[in-house]
């Protein structure tokens, strides 16, 4: 079965304290590793998607990568606004993304 | 449309009763999922549709539920003689063709309470 972790659960950076996010999947067959955004009370917003190990893919302070068993998403510098909770899944063989429960990132000025 | 769109956005209901959720896809959009978030919980998939058939509903909890998808674009979930435990967001995605890697979009969610 499918199965994606990440942690830590929630994180508290002050503004302009770099940190990364952990996912750790284990997918059969993996298709695609996504990292989504999701604001409180709203649905998830398409961040990255990374499809082999090794790659690596950027969005103003974010840094998505990939290796056989992890997922990193590195946040450079943030801001007050980057105040989410991030979501990580992994696309395998069947037709369903699978999802793990999300770090709540927490940055104050 | 430019999004994908879910109604109602709340929907509050007693025990017992039955409840319907509407999904409004991408436009173009031949692949749709369905999806609940629990509190603490990750997402957890329910069904995806290909066009108006559903090749896989195996996350669907009991029989209680059930889906269905018209023309090829407006899908509805619906949920019969709710419980407590049926209390939770249910999301609605959509993407391109369905292949595999691809990316769904998510609409606002459905946030239902059962009392």
């Known amino acids: 079965e499918d199965q994606v972790t990440q942690s830590p659960e929630a994180l508290r950076l002050q503004e302009g304290e770099s940190s990364s996010l952990n996912c750790s999947y284990t997918?059969?067959?993996?298709?695609?590793l996504f990292w989504y955004r999701q604001d409180p009370g709203k649905g998830p917003e398409f961040l990255f998607t990374?499809?082999?190990a090794g790659e690596e893919k950027e969005k103003e302070r974010l840094k998505a990568t990939l290796t056989k068993k992890e997922s990193f998403l590195h946040i450079t510098a943030p801001k007050p606004e980057d105040s989410a909770t991030y979501l990580c899944?992994?696309?395998?063989?069947?037709?369903?993304?699978?999802f793990g429960t999300g770090t709540r990132l927490q940055v104050t000025l | 449309g430019a999004g994908v769109s879910q109604s109602p956005s709340n929907k509050v209901t007693e025990k017992g009763k039955d409840v319907e959720l509407r999904c409004d896809p991408i436009s173009g959009h031949t692949a749709l999922y369905w999806y609940r978030q629990s509190l603490g919980q990750g997402l957890e998939f329910l069904i995806y549709?290909?066009?108006?058939?559903?090749?896989?509903k195996s996350g669907l909890p009991s029989d209680r539920f059930s889906a269905e998808r018209t023309g090829g674009s407006v899908s509805t979930l619906t949920i019969q003689r709710t419980q407590q435990e049926d209390s939770a967001v249910y999301l609605c995605?959509?993407?391109?063709?369905?292949?595999?890697?691809?990316?769904?979009?998510f609409g606002p969610g459905t946030r239902l309470l059962v009392l």
């Open positions: 995605a959509s993407s391109l063709s369905g292949a595999a890697g691809e990316t769904q979009y």
């Open positions: 997918v059969s067959g993996l298709r695609g």
């Open positions: 990374l499809y082999s």
């Open positions: 549709f290909q066009g108006n058939s559903a090749p896989d």
């Open positions: 899944a992994g696309h395998g063989t069947a037709s369903k993304l699978t």
